[in-house]
């Protein structure tokens, strides 16, 4: 199998565990929703908002720099699992002397309880990390799906259960661990894997030292991603975050599932080529368009339809989001590039420099925030989104320098995805035209008939338009749609 084929495979079984587990989640959301109090899902909220940062610390980023090294022996693989069970002993230890205190400070021991038993799953993780990391490493993302969708059905299974019985905030607690075992002994099955004891702390440094810029960079990105909650809700309340949560989780969603999907494979490519330039080149430009063309059209139909699609999905209680989400949606490019600039920062030995742009982005985010503030959601989502432009800015300067590539061939990546949606949006805009305005009225319908007739124009345009950046991409779309015959060998 080709390394060209191997991304396009990989990417596709990571998009459907992504695309799986949020429709599951969402699924699942709407029926715990109507067994849980909202006070127990916040308590769940607030011991993960813990035990997520002690997770980066217990990860240290060094199944990362496994994936990355170019070679990878069953040694390292013992060491790493090793590291990370020292790591998640400490972890555990802790959270179990600070939980009286958690629970005083909460004013409710149960809080002391839940921590304890949260804080477990640090004892399953090395067990759960280290073969995937093998999977990921092989590039059998395929597998890693399996378990992903796999461990959906556990964890929803367990806490439907458990919440249906009466357990309320334990359902949830419960079910992380149980799953996390479930996919601990379905990776080892996979990867083929037996744990193992390495004590060789010379080769350990070199992992930590790798594993501490990676981890460190997800901290701070962690940070950077908690600052428009912290800051709205210190001053416009809570209403207002939700509202604002709400719009950029809307926002963020096609970007993670696709952008999301191809940056794990294309972490691993580049990893593999890089000592290759103009191998990784092109696979970094042709990771950019191919997530251009896939993700923009969303964002165009949210520039589009963002008030009727928000009252559609959610009711006209949530209206006040759709003008962050316009906002927020005009950054989505600038999201695609920090991304896959992340990509290639991370696999050619860049993340000392990538933290760096991490750190100054907190301190402009913040500072636009603040300034946005008087204006509402729409000055925060404004802040947000210069701040984007900095951000991307920087990161594919970094990156284009790793590579030795020019400025004119981040323009050249994004003409494709440019000219489908220019057909796109004069289609969204004629079509506007034409429907009724007792049809506008009823949001529901005025946004299927949009979204319908704007999928169908944007996909014939992909077909057949004569774009030569895409014709091998069209060609196989055409040929699984039946539309033309495979060229013989």
């Known amino acids: 199998m080709s390394l060209g084929h191997s991304i396009r495979h990989g990417a596709k079984w990571v998009f459907i565990g992504n695309t799986g587990s949020q429709i599951i989640n969402f699924a699942l959301g709407l029926v715990l929703a109507r067994l849980l109090m909202p006070a127990e899902f916040g308590m769940v909220a607030t011991i993960l908002i813990f035990t997520s940062l002690a997770g980066f610390v217990a990860g240290g980023g060094m199944g990362q720099a496994i994936v990355r090294a170019k070679e990878a022996s069953k040694r390292d693989f013992d060491l790493l699992f090793t590291l990370q069970t020292l790591i998640g002993l400490a972890i555990v230890g802790f959270f179990f002397?600070?939980?009286?205190?958690?629970?005083?400070?909460?004013?409710?021991?149960?809080?002391?309880?839940?921590?304890?038993?949260?804080?477990?799953?640090?004892?399953?993780?090395?067990?759960?990390?280290v073969p995937s990391n093998m999977l990921h490493r092989d590039m059998r993302f395929k597998a890693k799906t399996a378990v992903q969708l796999s461990n959906l059905v556990v964890y929803n299974a367990v806490a439907l259960s458990l919440a249906w019985l009466g357990?309320?905030?334990?359902?949830?607690?419960l079910a992380?661990?149980?799953?996390?075992?479930?996919?601990?002994?379905q990776f080892a099955w996979y990867a083929r894997w037996r744990p193992g004891l390495c004590f060789d702390f010379a080769r350990a440094g070199e992992l930590m030292r790798y594993g501490l810029l990676a981890s460190s960079n997800n901290i701070v990105y962690y940070v950077r991603s908690q600052l428009p909650t912290f800051l709205l809700s210190r001053s416009i309340g809570p209403a207002g975050v939700g509202l604002f949560n709400k719009a950029e989780s809307l926002a963020t969603r096609p970007h993670s599932v696709i952008t999301g999907s191809v940056y794990e494979v294309l972490f691993r490519a580049l990893a593999k080529e890089q000592d290759n330039l103009d191998k990784s080149r092109y696979l970094f430009f042709r990771s950019l368009t191919l997530v251009a063309v896939y993700g923009l059209?969303?964002?165009l139909g949210f520039l589009w339809l963002a008030e009727p699609l928000v009252v559609t999905l959610f009711g006209h209680r949530w209206a006040d989001s759709a003008a962050p989400l316009t906002i927020l949606s005009l950054a989505a490019p600038l999201m695609m590039i920090e991304n896959l600039s992340g990509a290639v920062l991370a696999a050619r030995n860049g993340l000392g420099k990538e933290l760096v742009a991490q750190v100054i982005m907190i301190f402009i985010a913040g500072a636009a925030i603040i300034i946005g503030l008087p204006y509402g959601m729409q000055g925060v989502a404004a802040g947000l989104a210069i701040a984007l432009l900095y951000?991307?800015?920087?990161?594919f300067?970094?990156?284009?320098q790793s590579l030795q590539a020019r400025w004119a061939d981040l323009a050249h990546a994004f003409m494709p995805a440019l000219l489908l949606n220019v057909i796109l949006a004069a289609a969204l805009w004629l079509l506007d035209q034409l429907i009724p305005p007792s049809v506008q009225a009823i949001d529901a319908l005025y946004v299927l008939l949009m979204s319908s007739t704007g999928a169908l124009v944007y996909a014939l345009a992909f077909l057949y338009l004569p774009i030569p950046a895409l014709a091998a991409e069209t060609n196989r779309w055409k040929i699984k749609l039946k539309l033309a015959k495979p060229t013989p060998l």
């Open 397 to 400: 300067w970094l990156a284009q």
């Open 176 to 185: 992380g661990l149980f799953s996390s075992v479930a996919g601990a002994l």
């Open 391 to 395: 951000m991307s800015t920087h990161m």
């Open 97 to 129: 002397t600070i939980a009286p205190w958690f629970g005083r400070w909460y004013e409710n021991p149960l809080y002391a309880d839940l921590l304890r038993v949260a804080a477990l799953s640090f004892m399953v993780r090395p067990f759960f990390n």
């Open 167 to 173: 357990h309320g905030p334990w359902s949830l607690i």
């Open 297 to 299: 059209p969303f964002y």
